[in-house]
């Protein structure tokens, strides 16, 4: 539950609700938008495997296909447990806070190894921003609506926020 019982998700509120997260808090978390979980690449994956599951009976009958056919099993009960997970739990989280930019528990980028945003590319439904790493060999974080509705706002609130750690960081 959230402070005050505000269940507006961060990541449909304004740069300034971040902005005042950031002061009070010291980190800003954004859990996933279910709605924007459930629409990429969700919906097309659920709609083939409805297709394909019809099949499941006719693959469990002929005893050639039969491994297959519970494999599949295996693999819808799986994704769906890890479905409902995401949505319940709402996790990955993308963190920012005064260390840098986590997203989920293994990925993460301090301020001090941050070269550049990137510009926001792909379609509409599946937009991407790019946090490019100073170091040209290390992977670029890449932060999706699935987190924020407006990138353009979060990109303009990282570029203000890497500005001012790189003006209270001492040059390197």
Known sequence: MRAGGDMTVMGERLPEAWMVELHRNGR???????WSFLQVPVLPILGLSVLSAGSLPDMLADGNWRFLAYLLI???AGAGIALVWQLVTQRPTL???HRGIHQ???RFMPWTEIGSIGPISGPKMARQLQIHPRN???KNLTLTQQHVNDLQAL???LNTLLANHHQDSPSS
Do not use: C, S
Request: hydrophobic share 50%.
């Open 28 to 34: 800003v978390e954004f859990p996933l938008r279910r």
């Open 74 to 76: 295996a693999v819808y």
């Open 95 to 97: 963190v920012i806070d």
């Open 104 to 106: 989920g528990r293994r």
């Open 136 to 138: 040209i060999w290390a």
């Open 155 to 157: 990109k303009t609130w």
